[in-house]
């Protein structure tokens, strides 16, 4: 079955509504002769006259009464499609956005971010949920408007991303640990026990690579997954965690930090999220209030 001619909805919808065709074509800025073979079209295509002479006039068949404001309401939705998006008004727009994040997200922008979204948009609610891993379907199928992390080599190719900020790792331990009293040199912090983080459960990370052409090995009492059990484990013990900076600012608050006496590259934090949002005006204001909070902060240690 071929596809009907979906131009012909508004060569419809003026007709039904000027019952003219002279009036019509004029409206349209068409000849009457090319109005009148458009009618016939329409008769052709609905099987019904939809419009017949009474008189000087036409009126309509009861088809085309029936069709009237069915096809009015078809080309006002089809027109309101096709029309560019409208200014965004925050005050009145209301929806949820889920925001996939690693553990330490909340706990450090969380406040400022949902301040910012609450003042600007008061009918807009933040659903935060755990990211525990990089993959990105949650992105393609839309269970997640925006995610925070490091782009990895299993991030979806379309997935657009752009940086945060840069963060570096830094050792954290408790007031009272005696590495708070010496100058931390390689051995001193490989000779303590420390703390492992890997979401893969992996028993060696960056770090342990740094040592090594030092001939140094550094002792792993247990593995954590998150941030914030890391640095819960370091507070109630002598243990040493090893945290990106920015990324557990507040997470750290009472504990002492220090730069690791190994080389270590940076890491760029990014904000990600699927092509499909890239023009939403509203996905494209929570970037912004994303971006703005993440670039407000700035803690770095000396």
Not at 21 to 38: G, I, N, T, Y
Not at 62 to 84: H, K, N, S, T, Y
Not at 213 to 234: M, N, Q, Y
Request: proline residues 8%.
């Amino acid at each position: 079955m071929p596809h009907p001619d979906l131009n012909l909805l508004v060569t419809l919808d003026v007709l039904l509504t000027e019952g003219s065709v002279a009036r019509a074509a004029k409206r349209l800025r068409l000849s009457p002769s090319a109005m009148s073979r458009a009618l016939a079209r329409l008769r052709e295509t609905i099987g019904d006259p939809l419009l017949v002479r009474a008189g000087r006039s036409l009126v309509p068949t009861p088809r085309a009464l029936e069709l009237r404001e069915r096809v009015g309401q078809l080309v006002e939705d089809a027109e309101a499609v096709l029309r560019p998006v409208e200014t965004l008004d925050l005050k009145r727009l209301v929806r949820t956005f889920t925001l996939r994040n690693q553990d330490g997200f909340v706990e450090n922008f969380g406040p400022d971010l949902i301040a910012r979204v609450g003042e600007q948009a008061p009918g807009v609610r933040l659903r935060f949920v755990l990211k525990p891993d990089k993959d990105s379907t949650p992105l393609r199928d839309g269970s997640a408007d925006l995610e925070t992390g490091v782009v990895g080599k299993v991030t979806g190719p379309e997935v657009r991303a752009q940086a945060l900020f840069r963060d570096r790792f830094v050792g954290v331990v408790r007031m009272g640990h005696p590495l708070r009293e010496l100058t931390i040199t390689p051995a001193r912090y490989a000779a303590g026990r420390h703390i492992l983080l890997s979401r893969r459960g992996l028993d060696r990370g960056p770090i342990d690579h740094a040592l090594e052409p030092l001939g140094l090995k550094r002792e792993i009492v247990t593995v954590v997954g998150g941030f914030s059990e890391a640095l819960a484990l370091a507070r109630a013990s002598d243990l040493i965690a090893s945290v990106p900076e920015r990324y557990t600012g507040n997470l750290r608050d009472g504990m002492y930090c220090f730069p690791l006496p190994v080389p270590l590259p940076e890491i760029t934090v990014s904000l990600l999220w699927h092509p499909r949002l890239d023009a939403d005006p509203a996905h494209r204001w929570l970037r912004g209030c994303v971006r703005d909070v993440c670039a407000g902060i700035t803690h770095w240690i000396s």
